[in-house]
């Protein structure tokens, strides 16, 4: 235990480090000394309204994608299981799309609208699914659910796409917003989220021993005692709430979900109460050294981040799936 913990603590240093050098990196030269001149004003304007706020936002961002994805794994007990599979991102896309679409609307409006139209829609997963209010023993509807998730995730995606069609002149914005990124987003897009990702962390933080029980099977985890019910309600409500946070603030960022809870594990193991706040940790610095490449790459313009993090994510998700097939191999000799 005691290692596992100096890991953490390694993890949250990296993760001090990269806030810190991603804030004076940028476009514009910003020495540390200028940000507390009083003469500086440009200086600390892009300091303190600009960087700041878009570098919270990554880092808080990445944490809930990342405890939405491990969440998800622990309660399917599938390593391949992530936010997308729900339909969240899918569901914020066509709240942001509409308000892309709806003339003299403030796009200030995106990341509630788009927070609400993911919530909605895992609502309709949960009508779906059915089977949620069946006795608590019975915990094969997590099969409902990851089925109903990829109809509606289907269903979403055709309208986005028919919507995108027929959007005219707010196409290409739409497309930034859809490719995932963090221009434009400052301390409102903050304010809104950070209640709802700090509420989650803490509660999934509390979980962990939950799932380290949850672990040994479905009928061996109620046979000591665990609600499998409850526990599956709470992660599918909490894992909706964390990946719609996300997603209303960055839009559709990919892998971050997938494979950093899985990185997290081949780090500091299999304990839940350990590899939780490690995927958090992993997914904040993952994200803020994507976005500080998105915005430098190519300075001054930027890319969308979720382009960055499919580039780095899919190598990384192609060498999980061989290493797990070489495990399973050697386990079976």
């Given at each position: ?82 936010p997308g ?18 003339p003299g ?12 139209t ?58 930034y ?49 665990l ?34 809870p ?72």
């Open positions: 235990m005691r290692h596992k913990i100096i890991k953490l603590l390694v993890l949250f240093f990296i993760l001090i480090i990269s806030v810190s050098v991603s804030l004076f990196i940028g476009s514009a030269d910003i020495s540390v000394f200028r940000i507390f001149d009083s003469d500086a004003i440009n200086e600390k304007n892009i300091f303190y309204m600009i960087r700041l706020p878009r570098i919270l936002n990554s880092a808080f961002t990445g944490a809930a994608l990342s405890c939405a994805g491990i969440i998800l794994q622990s309660l399917f007990r599938n390593n391949l299981a992530e599979l729900l339909g969240i991102s899918a569901g914020a896309g066509l709240g942001a799309i509409l308000i892309f679409m709806i609307v403030s796009f200030l409006l995106i990341a509630p609208v788009s927070f609400l993911a919530m909605l829609t895992t609502v309709i997963i949960f009508y779906l699914a059915k089977g949620l209010s069946t006795k608590y023993t019975n915990f094969l509807t997590s099969n409902k659910i990851i089925l109903a998730g990829i109809a509606i995730n289907a269903l979403l995606s055709s309208i986005n796409g028919f919507l995108l069609i027929y959007s005219g002149n707010s196409v290409s914005q739409i497309i917003w859809l490719s995932g990124g963090f221009s434009g987003r400052g301390w409102t897009e903050f304010g809104i989220t950070s209640p709802i990702i700090i509420t989650g962390i803490l509660i999934s933080l509390l979980l962990g021993r939950e799932y380290n029980v949850l672990a040994l099977g479905a009928e061996l985890s109620v046979s000591v005692g609600n499998t019910k409850r526990l599956q309600n709470i992660s599918i409500i909490l894992s909706s709430l964390l990946a719609a946070a996300a997603v209303s603030i960055a839009g559709i960022i990919s892998f971050v979900g997938l494979i950093v899985n990185i997290a594990r081949l780090f500091i193991g299999s304990d839940n109460r350990f590899t939780i706040p490690a995927s958090m940790l992993l997914g904040s610095v993952f994200l803020v050294i994507s976005d500080t490449i998105a915005r430098t790459i190519i300075s001054p313009s930027e890319i969308p981040v979720g382009i960055i993090t499919s580039f780095i994510g899919a190598p990384v998700f192609i060498w999980l799936i061989l290493k797990k097939d070489k495990s399973e191999k050697s386990s079976a000799q």
